[in-house]
């Protein structure tokens, strides 16, 4: 079994920044990618940002320029720096793991993001 544990969600004021981490153990015998999703009240879950094994990332439109994914393949951590927050980022944030291109992977149990003054 693969656990995935997230730190770093909050409140915090619209032009702030938060700083998500996630980290995976278990029984890791691979990884495609690593990334992050959200789910807004009322909203479906939509990614936010993913980065592969390789190095490759994908942003959200909504994201792109204001929030940087990262990761560390030794320590199998996954970090998504959130700069300029507006308030339609208030969501429930996920960590996912995928161990193959297109599995859906194993998932953390969310971490609170609240945008508002």
């Known amino acids: 079994q693969v656990q995935l544990v997230e730190s770093g969600g909050g409140l915090v004021q619209p032009g702030g920044s938060l700083r998500l981490s996630c980290a995976a153990s278990g029984s890791i015998f691979s990884i495609y990618s690593m990334g992050w999703y959200r789910r807004a009240p009322g909203k479906r879950r939509e990614l936010v940002a993913s980065?592969?094994?390789?190095?490759?990332?994908n942003y959200a439109d909504s994201v792109k320029g204001r929030f940087t994914i990262s990761s560390d393949n030794a320590k199998n951590t996954v970090d998504l720096q959130m700069n300029s927050l507006k308030p339609e980022d208030t969501a429930v944030y996920y960590c996912?793991?995928?161990?193959?291109?297109?599995?859906?992977?194993?998932w953390g149990q969310g971490t609170q993001v609240t945008v508002s003054s």
């Open positions: 980065i592969t094994r390789a190095g490759t990332i």
């Open positions: 996912n793991l995928a161990p193959d291109y297109g599995s859906n992977g194993y």
